[in-house]
């Protein structure tokens, strides 16, 4: 690979569209991220754009092919790709690719991912960046879609035999809120990391 390919591998970025499923009103991010990321690390920027802890196993599906960590055993599920092992340019279709992605298959969070606008980056700025968003992510562990809404419900009523213990369990938690700088460190982090090895492989490339 020359210096040139190897710099333009790096820098070539997408507009990724984040939705959790089945909200209303919808929580959603988008992020420009690099289009040579894995799908281990595409992974990485749902977790921290959205709020999620990175506690249960997940899943990506893109045209019925389906990614994922590295396991013994596939449960008598499709069999999985290994997502450290595939980049996300790799699996983009032209124009606009849409990607399933699931969280804790016990709360089962499906989530949207739509992959547009393949562009070159700016040599200058650092990727992957938060863009923008709306709401807060549910809490870990709370019943999926149906046990967010009704956990809502029960603290928004006084007379609900659950209301204190809800309120208390939520405590701080507000949907309507969201704290944009969190999410910015955290892609911070894996963008530095990014930049070190982009660093690495056009040094390589030169020599």
């Given at each position: 690979m020359t210096a040139r390919s190897a710099i333009d591998s790096f820098t070539?970025?997408?507009?990724?569209?984040?939705?959790?499923?089945?909200?209303?009103?919808?929580?959603?991010?988008?992020?420009?991220?690099?289009?040579?990321?894995?799908?281990?690390?595409?992974?990485?920027?749902?977790?921290?754009?959205?709020?999620?802890?990175?506690?249960?196993?997940?899943?990506?599906?893109?045209?019925?092919?389906?990614?994922g960590p590295?396991?013994?055993?596939?449960?008598?599920t499709p069999?999985?790709?290994?997502?450290?092992?595939?980049?996300?340019?790799?699996?983009?279709?032209?124009?606009?690719?849409?990607?399933?992605?699931?969280?804790?298959?016990?709360?089962?969070w499906e989530h949207s991912l739509i992959v547009s606008d393949v562009r070159s980056g700016d040599p200058g700025t650092a990727y992957p960046r938060f863009i923008a968003g709306e709401r807060d992510c549910p809490p870990e562990d709370c019943g999926g879609i149906p046990g967010f809404y009704a956990m809502l419900e029960?603290?928004?009523?006084?007379?609900?035999?659950?209301?204190?213990?809800?309120?208390?369990?939520?405590?701080?938690?507000?949907?309507?809120e969201l704290d944009v700088f969190p999410i910015q460190v955290a892609l911070g982090r894996i963008a530095a990391r990014r930049n070190a090895a982009a660093k690495h492989i056009i040094k390589s490339a030169i020599n």
């Amino acid at each position: 690979m020359t210096a040139r390919s190897a710099i333009d591998s790096f820098t070539e970025i997408a507009t990724l569209r984040i939705e959790l499923k089945d909200c209303d009103p919808p929580i959603w991010r988008v992020v420009e991220v690099p289009t040579s990321i894995t799908l281990k690390v595409l992974h990485d920027i749902v977790q921290c754009t959205m709020g999620w802890l990175d506690y249960h196993l997940w899943e990506l599906v893109v045209d019925r092919q389906t990614y994922g960590p590295a396991m013994d055993d596939d449960w008598n599920t499709p069999p999985r790709k290994v997502a450290s092992r595939t980049r996300l340019r790799n699996v983009l279709a032209p124009g606009t690719t849409r990607i399933d992605y699931t969280y804790d298959f016990g709360d089962n969070w499906e989530h949207s991912l739509i992959v547009s606008d393949v562009r070159s980056g700016d040599p200058g700025t650092a990727y992957p960046r938060f863009i923008a968003g709306e709401r807060d992510c549910p809490p870990e562990d709370c019943g999926g879609i149906p046990g967010f809404y009704a956990m809502l419900e029960a603290r928004a009523d006084p007379t609900h035999p659950d209301h204190a213990e809800i309120t208390e369990w939520l405590d701080g938690y507000h949907t309507a809120e969201l704290d944009v700088f969190p999410i910015q460190v955290a892609l911070g982090r894996i963008a530095a990391r990014r930049n070190a090895a982009a660093k690495h492989i056009i040094k390589s490339a030169i020599n």
